[in-house]
């Protein structure tokens, strides 16, 4: 199976499938080592979000057929994440490069407008941006 920046073409394509509710989990599954379903359902418990056990089992298992998370035990059934943060958005910056022609413009104008930044994200930034205008 071909790969690319250690992703199956699988994965590369499943990535830009993500459902919302799968895009949830995975950031669970990043911030975890591993969870079962039953620590999964009790992340959304006390997010505020009550969902049943069989719904977080669907989406689970989506992401293992996805091949974007893998099952490691049994009894009870742990998954983790079978691949990185840095690979999906790198796959979401190769996606927004085919359509923009490489222009960042409108991606960081739209991100600006869409979301707050927290302190540190505005440091990280403006540290970013000085160490390209001294050409690193």
Known sequence: MHQENGMSKKSQESVLKLAP???????LLWSQK???????????????????????????????NKGIARRVSENPATYEAAI?????SGRYFQLFEMFSEQNLVPLM??????RDFTKEEIAFLEQLVKQKKRGK
Request: proline residues 0%; charged residues 20%.
């Open 109 to 114: 104008s739209h991100l600006a407008q869409k």
């Open 84 to 88: 990185s943060k840095e690979q999906v």
């Open 21 to 27: 509710g799968e895009l949830e989990i995975l950031e």
């Open 34 to 64: 591993s969870v079962n379903l039953g620590q999964t359902v009790q992340w959304f418990h006390e997010r505020g979000r009550s969902l049943a056990h069989t719904t977080v089992h669907t989406r689970l298992n989506r992401l293992v």
